[in-house]
């Protein structure tokens, strides 16, 4: 027991001297940082009057995190029955879509969109791609889980019917799996616009670039009222989810 | 084709009985280990034939060799006509066809309503567009009310099958597997997760059917004495070996003793006053 | 009985004959409310992608010479990785950096959200007190990572300092839940009894609460180590935070080097496959110990 918080000990202390961190300034940071959130919460005049191009990038990012997340899952689908264990029907194919998901999956958004950034520069598709393959990544290895957890019992028994491959898939795998498949996709949603506005930062794009625009000018009131849109968008959006949920599980 | 079916339920015990499945020294390997071994037996159309043996004996390898859903390593099974192990992809989709498979864990898909799950039985009879789709005729959906009417199910054809008790699952298990119009129906423990009530309805329903629709049966169970009630014959497994072939009323109980081996401790076996027919 | 049996199945397939005969349609697919929310919800979301299509900002980059510069640059990138602003210890040293942030945010977060979710879990707690702990943390959530490490930024200067306690506010609201969740999930009966013996509460906490949900704690804790890996990278590059996110950041956005990022995030996948293995191994061994 001593032994393992004295692990623990230099651990924290050896992370601490190799990011150069001190708690006291850490603290010290919090309550000033609260009082500029507090300060700046208070929507000005001027702030008030950007609100229809918060909104318009607010729209857009939320299009960008919805379209990725239904492409993402679209794609993880057809990955996900190659690759479990209930339906996958050839080995090759199930390793190759299972590692394809993985080196998606553990590769950071940030990351893709800095790799991205060659190829679509500024434009949405940074954006949009970056998103997608952590969607991608992300929902094949969830798709596969519920496949497997609700698929061997109803397969066997539809194949001792003499059922084919496609029609076990369409007719039982995808009915049981379905509900759980879209709460998924919901729940990426959601990731998807946190991470929308990180990659909007680095990349320049979505609402992302416009709070980062406010913040550097030092706009700090229209960066907040930017702050308030995000998050509300967010608990919105986790209040529709779980009505959805409720409904479908 | 349905109709002729219903309109004219067999005669059981009518002078000639014909044989439907004949198996010939069935053997299963899973490398070194021998799952079953050597087996061969008949089963007649309309035969109740119940599987015993203790768990791991191979009755399950068994059963799943016979429609194929294990490939068997050597011997051969004929079933009405078809030589079994000789068939293609095509001919193997219609055996299974032929043969309906009910299950210990009932194996429904759980968020589909019951007729759903029922005419699921009939997707071996579809192409894979209409499969896929879920395409049923008319007459397939009133052949599945049927089916549900008959096994008690009617007020419950929209529910879930998550929403039912066990007992019911296994009725509309049942369900799938006779809108398949079997000739051959195998029953992999089907009782085994029911309480005895639940368990002695879906024994009664599957000697009726049995004996009303003429569709053969080759239950596994761990139950003796239910075996004992309700077999016209019973075939003993021992570690992958047949050990006793023959009716039930000459299972003497030493022979069970002797199938059970050391498993025998835990059997309660009541060898008076069995068979009801 | 099964005379009756047989009985009552000779009967059905009498009057089944008359059903048939009536001709009536039967529906296969009653339209539920499950099943109308699913049609509604993928219809939305497809039409919504779709929409998204057509009015995204493109930037005149042509979708279709876009991914074929995609591929080519991937294959570039990953074929041909070398190192060109940092030597090969500079970048393992900028791994352990990052590293080193997702420790320290991840044990600061386990620590105080271990205490925050004792009061935030319903059985441990009290009612009101359970719901707005609950409530905050949900808040806490609603504002990306990123965000609250730039607004720390302000007081506190770009750097490990704002990164940390940025991301350490997100993951402590983020466990404090999931803590919260494992210990309503525990025996309530294990609770009553240890009350009606007049034990004080933190000896229930200590000699109950604890012992039992620590597996479940662990297996939380290492996951969101994981995520905050990936959020270190991410945080180095947006907040100026340093580590390897920062180097990525600097070959992507100032050396245009697509080789040297192509290096870099080698670095990264080797590190996340690691921690991947590692949390898999730790899962089966606590579930190992549940059983």
Known sequence: MIGFFLILLIIVYGSQWVTAFSFIDGIASIPKALSWLVGNFYPTEKSLQKIPTILTKLVETLLLSIAAATVGAFFALFSAIFGARPTAFSKPLALFSRGLATLFRNIDVAAWSMILLFSFGQSALTGFFALFFASFGFLTRVFMETIDEVGLGAVEALRATGAGYWPIVFQAILPASQPLMISWTLFMIETNIRSAVLVGILTGSGVGFTFDLYYKNMNYNAAGLTIVFIAATILLLDRASNMIRRAIL | ?277 | MSLDKSESIQNIVTQSGRLAASGRSIKVKPLSKSRLTMRITMIALAALTIYGFFVFDYKNISPWQGTIDMLTNFKTMFLSPHLAHLTFWEGAYAIVVTLAMAVLTTLISAFLAFFLALFAAQNLSNHTVARSIQAVAAFIRSIPTVLWVLIFAISAGLGSVAAIVGMSFHSISYLTKAYAESFEEMDQGLIEALRATGAHWWHIVFQAVLPMSLTYLISWTFMRFEINFGVSVAMGAAAGAGGIGFDMFMASAFYHDLREVGAITYYILVVAFLLEMLSLRMKSAVRGKMI
């Open chain 2, 1 to 277: 084709m349905h109709a002729r079916t219903l309109e004219a339920p067999a005669t059981v015990g009518s002078s000639e009985v014909r044989e439907l499945l004949k198996v010939e020294r069935l053997t299963k390997k899973y490398g070194e280990h021998t799952a079953i071994a050597d087996i061969s037996f008949t089963v007649h159309e309309g035969e109740f034939v119940v599987l015993i043996g203790p768990s791991g004996a191979g009755k399950s390898t068994l059963l799943r060799s016979i429609n194929r859903m294990i490939e068997p390593t050597s011997g051969h099974v004929w079933f009405d006509g078809m030589q079994v192990d000789a068939l293609d992809k095509k001919g193997l989709r219609e055996l299974r066809r032929k043969i309906g498979m009910i299950f210990q864990h009932y194996n429904l898909v759980d968020r589909l309503s019951v007729i759903e799950n029922v005419l699921h039985g009939r997707l071996g009879y579809k192409s894979i567009l209409t499969g896929s789709l879920g395409m049923y005729q008319a007459q397939e959906k009133e052949r599945a009310m049927e089916l549900i009417t008959m096994l008690g199910l009617e007020e419950h054809t929209y529910k879930r099958a998550d929403q039912l008790s066990g007992g019911q699952k296994q009725r509309v298990g049942i369900a799938r597997a006779l809108i398949q119009n079997p000739r051959l129906l195998l029953g992999d423990e089907p009782i085994a997760s029911l309480d005895p009530k639940a368990a002695k309805t879906i024994m009664d329903y599957l000697k009726s059917i049995a004996h009303t629709l003429n569709i053969s049966m080759i239950i596994s169970l761990h139950q003796v004495q239910v075996a004992l009630t309700y077999a016209d014959r019973v075939l003993a497994v021992r570690q992958g070996r047949i050990v006793y072939d023959g009716l039930p009323r000459d299972l003497s109980l030493e022979r069970v003793r002797d199938i059970y081996g050391a498993d025998a401790g835990d059997l309660i076996i009541d060898t008076g006053d069995r068979h009801v027919d």
